[in-house]
């Protein structure tokens, strides 16, 4: 693929191809994402249409979650893949069922 269309054309067209399964979450009522990677979260936070966050409480140092403050009721979880421990995405869902 990235022969054919470069590498920076295919990345982010994988980038859009993961993201929109989040968006389709959202559409059906989701109110709480947790992604991996950072050019996944940046994607999905495009996909979203996200403009404004608030940052909330830390899941592991360097990730918090964080709250939409613009339009829709949301909480999103973005670790860029370098942080975070091994048991981040069960402490992750963990903390909002609180």
Known sequence: MQERFGRMESGEAVERFLAAPARRFVEAGVRRLVVAGGERA????QALGVRLLGIGPAIDPGVPWTRVLQGQEL????????????????????????
């Not at 909480?75 to 609180?98: N, T």
């Open 75 to 98: 909480a999103l979880a973005l670790e860029s893949g370098r942080f975070g421990a091994p048991d981040f995405f069960v402490k992750a869902l963990a903390m909002l069922e609180r």
């Open 42 to 45: 940046g994607a999905v936070v």
